[in-house]
């Protein structure tokens, strides 16, 4: 069921998202690019549970778009942050206007209550903070 519900809301997501041209990866790296500016590759791929040559490319393709830029660190000139350009930061923000009527569209089917008890159960089972 939980496989059928993924389906659903990717389903959802492409539909509601298609104008921006953002896939739910996409949308998840740009999102937390913006709300962590300078974030390294490999922190942003253990938050997300990707591979880091699957996120790589992700990368690069945002990268090659104008989205991204990834800057050497001024504390270690070996590391890499990524930070939003001014395309990718209107890019996000524009799609995240989307995002609270496409929630309540695909969970109209629960009250309420059964929303939050949803999101209460599913951060039980896969908590964001502990990864996991």
């Keep these: 069921m939980l496989r059928l519900a993924q389906l659903k809301f990717f389903e959802g997501f492409y539909e509601h998202f298609a104008a921006f041209g953002v896939t739910p990866a996409t949308y998840a790296i740009l999102t937390l690019i913006r709300d962590n500016p300078g974030i390294p590759p490999?922190?942003?791929a253990s938050l997300l549970r990707l591979k880091l040559p699957n996120l790589i490319k992700i990368l690069n393709e945002l990268e090659s778009s104008g989205s991204i830029k990834r800057n050497r660190s001024k504390s270690d000139r070996r590391a890499v942050e990524l930070?939003?350009?001014a395309k990718g930061t209107k890019l996000i923000?524009?799609?995240a206007r989307t995002t609270e009527p496409y929630n309540r569209l695909m969970l109209a089917p629960l009250t309420e209550a059964e929303r939050g008890t949803l999101l209460a159960?599913?951060?039980r089972m896969?908590?964001?903070e502990s990864g996991g």
């Design 93 to 95: 923000n524009d799609a």
């Design 83 to 85: 930070v939003l350009t």
């Design 121 to 123: 159960l599913l951060d």
């Design 126 to 128: 896969v908590p964001l």
């Design 42 to 44: 490999s922190s942003l």
